[in-house]
């Protein structure tokens, strides 16, 4: 197997459990995984219980998990799991296929992918298993749909909002306050990718929206929501083809965060009459300079107000520098943005 790496967010090893009640399906789950220098084999398990055990004493970074299990199955594994301690999680059963009932359940308890158990250790195959797990660890998988509702289709429009401290429940706020059939959103909140996991897994659940991870050159749709990951790449956009896309970039030295509002932000500059951006509670300035220049190339901008922030500071800034065109509680700022941008003349925009 090609132990090259491929990405410097896969620079580090990721740690890895196996979780299946077959201990030869282990013993050679463990030897197809141990062969990728990007992955660690810290444990494994045959039960539920067991598995509990182990996760516990290894703090695994992505974890293999069967569905045919005894005694607690595995979808009722998972389900506690993600209840409990949320974590990426693929899923392996002899016959799954992605339209299955047993993955499609899997999706929506929470897990990262559902794939079926490798027959035969040819290079693929292994090659296949191995860059989901590291895709699971690495949150370049997309969460879960929250059901069987398909939303497809691309919109000229793209969404903006850069948060920190208090962003959490601003976010929520946010999104419960958009149409499920909105222009794509792209979020950087500062926060530490395990907790940022969590938030993404909890957020598809609940929300009308697909919510994800931000995953590289993907395209963004319709009713979605894109989470930029708190790794060692910067999320960026991109506009081609008559589509929003993705484009992670490397974090340089003078990115004091990652993810950055700032480089978010500045990265949609050439194509801003088509962007609404909104700046929520959080401490320091990340976001003003790019929200400035959003906003003197025709995107619609806006605050969040004082008194429905934890905390002022980014908004703030972004006020200081005439970033913002309008401040607003963050219950209302969802409607002003679409408003906005509903009104923008978006002849001669650049393609």
């Known amino acids: 197997m090609d132990r090259t790496l491929v990405n410097p967010v896969e620079a580090h090893t990721h740690k890895v459990v196996i979780v299946d009640d077959s201990m030869s399906m282990r013993r050679w789950l463990s030897s197809v995984i141990s062969q990728d220098s990007r992955l660690e084999i810290v444990g ?55 339209k299955s009932i047993g993955a499609e359940r899997a999706r929506s308890l929470g897990a990262a992918a559902c794939m079926a158990k490798p027959s035969f ?13 590291v895709d699971a660890a690495t949150g370049r ?36 306050q958009l149409p499920k059939d909105s222009p794509p959103v792209v979020v950087a909140q500062h926060m530490p990718h395990g907790f940022l996991r969590t938030f993404v897994n909890r957020m598809d659940r609940s929300c009308v929206h697909q919510v994800g991870f931000a995953r590289d050159d993907m395209r963004l ?25 993705i484009k992670h970039v490397e974090r340089r030295n003078d990115h004091w965060y ?19 951006a909104a700046i929520l509670t959080g401490l320091g300035d990340d976001g003003a300079r790019g929200m400035l220049a959003l906003r003197r190339n025709g ?22 520098l005439n970033a913002v065109q309008n401040e607003a509680p963050i219950d209302e700022i969802p409607t002003i943005l679409l408003a906005g941008l509903n009104e923008k003349d978006l002849s001669g925009v650049k393609t």
Not at 148 to 164: P, T, Y
Not at 258 to 276: E, N, R
């Open 141 to 176: 998988l997309p969460a879960a749909p929250t059901s069987n509702e398909k939303r497809s289709g691309v919109s000229d429009k793209l969404i903006m909002v850069g948060a920190s401290t208090g962003g959490v429940p601003a976010i929520e706020t946010f999104l419960e």
């Open 258 to 276: 990652c993810p950055s509002v700032d480089v978010l932000f500045t990265s949609g500059v050439p194509w801003a009459p088509q962007i609404g």
């Open 299 to 320: 995107a619609c901008t806006i605050g969040q107000s004082k008194e429905s922030c934890v905390v002022y500071g980014m908004p703030g800034a972004a006020l200081s």
């Open 221 to 245: 749709e319709i009713g979605t929501v894109n989470i930029s990951p708190s790794q060692d790449m910067q999320t960026s956009v991109d506009w081609r083809n008559g589509s929003w896309h």
């Open 121 to 133: 250790p040819t290079g693929p195959t292994m090659h296949d298993l191995c860059q989901t797990l």
């Open 44 to 98: 494994a398990a045959g039960t539920a219980e067991e598995a509990r055990s182990v996760i516990k004493q290894t703090n695994p970074d992505v974890l293999t998990l069967d569905i045919e299990m005894p005694g607690i199955n595995g979808l009722e594994f998972l389900a506690h799991l993600m209840r409990l301690r949320p974590m990426p999680v693929v899923m392996l059963a002899g016959a799954i296929e992605g």
